[in-house]
């Protein structure tokens, strides 16, 4: 082994960053022996110590940006979270020579444009494989194992909590509200939900894959994003019924229009393998041109699981501290200023098939109505479901699947079904995706 000696600081001590601190310690010899140096854990900030990990001597500032400024630092690991103290701590990392790795999602989506620059200026790169599915090489996969590869799109279950309650509510009919209670009681969820059960953390994450696969730059403003709280288990147990599965997934795709950057419940049909996966874990369907389709499966959070990619790009870097820049992968796979602005589809013209719940009367002529007003706009029914009655019950729930159309048409068709006298409330819509190309 080489007897390179790479320095490292850590800012944040929580869960991630002691399990990161922990697996550089436990696995230092192969570690270390993968890396072709001696890497070395030399400066902690953190506002607390952290009794999951014995630091022993290592020196612990109150002040994460004095490790930012320590000149011995050559490896800044930013695990504190957040995006506007995150931001400055990365920049004064990069204006002060050092390589940074990070986890941290919101950042990367929000930021990474100015900072992948910034870190250009400065002779230094970013990685940040941890902030997308966790232990998932996904991010090294798409930046150079498929770099042969025109990606023509990726689609992904990218967040573990709004996964494990479509699964409860799949696999045990339980409510919405009373898997997301379960699932903040287990640490899945946040006492504020909101950015997974909306589809914020997926959104985040989708527009990091989608700028590596097309090589843009990052838009997360221009994501279409819709969360799970609306949809209920009849919804789930319906799709079911059709042989299919309710997914929340991000998909991102090219074509000569532009790219579509959308997260949204959507309907898979249930012998695709990203219909299977269940619980917490993520999954990423990528398909490329040469390889075809690829899939991505594993722990999508957790310490250790999210400290093995961290640990996998300190590898990166202390190789390429021994090689020098020449052999630096860029950060979104090509330079910053190779990126290319592609015009991203507005959602009134993404063309999918489509699952609808429709309450109605249970009397003649109504389902007439609603295939000639689908008609008029363009749409066929491919198949429908209608429920008998409940006792004492006058309205029926109608099941339907559509044909491929746009948003706008179908926007226009339901509002016109939705002014129907037999017609009660809002009619219930989620996107299908075949996944096959």
């Not at 990203?274 to 619980?279: C, E, Y």
């Not at 594993?298 to 790009?313: K, L, Y």
């Not at 099941?399 to 939705?418: K, P, W, Y």
Request: aromatic share 4%; proline share 4%.
């Amino acid at each position: 082994m080489s007897s390179n000696l790479v320095k490292i600081g850590i800012c944040g001590l929580g869960t991630v960053g002691s399990g990161t601190f922990n697996v550089l310690n436990r696995n230092a010899q192969s570690i270390n022996a993968r890396a072709q140096a001696e890497l070395e854990v030399i400066h902690i900030g953190a506002r607390r110590d952290n009794p999951d990990c014995d630091i022993g001597e290592i020196r612990v500032s109150r002040d994460i940006f004095d490790v930012a400024r320590d000149p011995e630092v050559q490896i800044l690991v930013e695990l504190i979270g957040g995006t506007s103290v995150a931001k400055e701590l990365v920049e004064e990392a990069l204006r002060n020579g050092k390589h940074v790795v990070t986890a941290n999602k919101a950042l990367v989506a929000e930021f990474g444009n100015e900072l992948f620059a910034l870190a250009e200026q400065n002779n230094v790169v970013i990685r940040y494989e941890a902030a997308v599915a966790g232990g998932i090489p996904i991010i090294k996969a798409l930046r150079e194992g498929l770099a042969g590869n025109r990606i023509e799109w990726l689609a992904g279950i990218i967040n573990g909590t709004g996964n494990f309650i479509l699964s409860e509510m799949r696999e045990k009919g339980r409510d919405f509200a009373d898997v997301l209670t379960e699932a903040q009681e287990l640490g899945y969820a946040e006492a504020d939900p909101t950015f997974d059960v909306e589809g914020i953390d997926a959104a985040h994450k989708l527009v990091i894959l989608a700028s590596l696969a097309f090589g843009m730059p990052l838009q997360f403003s221009s994501v279409y994003t819709e969360g799970i709280t609306r949809l209920t288990t009849q919804d789930v147990e319906y799709a079911e019924e059709l042989g299919y599965r309710i997914k929340h997934l991000g998909v991102a795709k090219h074509s000569a229009d532009g790219v579509e950057l959308r997260v949204h419940p959507t309907l898979i049909p249930e012998g695709r393998l990203l219909a299977n996966v269940n619980g917490v874990k993520n999954a990423v369907l990528v398909e490329g041109d040469a390889v075809g389709p690829t899939l991505y499966y594993g722990a999508g959070a957790g310490a250790e699981p999210t400290a093995s990619a961290i640990v996998a790009d300190i590898v990166d870097l202390a190789r390429e501290l021994s090689a020098g820049q020449s052999c630096r992968v860029p950060a979104l796979g090509v330079a910053t200023a190779d990126l290319k602005a592609l015009p991203v589809l507005p959602m009134e013209q993404v063309v999918t098939p489509w699952y609808l719940r429709i309450i109605a009367e249970d009397k003649p002529g109504v389902l007439s109505s609603i295939a000639s007003i689908f008609s008029d706009h363009g749409i066929s029914m491919e198949a429908l479901i209608q429920k008998p009655p409940a006792e004492g019950e006058t309205r029926v729930p109608l099941i339907v699947l559509t044909s491929r159309a746009s948003q706008g048409s179908m926007d226009v068709a339901v509002a016109t079904i939705e002014a129907l006298e037999s017609i009660s409330g809002e009619v219930a819509r989620i996107r299908v995706e075949a996944l096959d190309g």
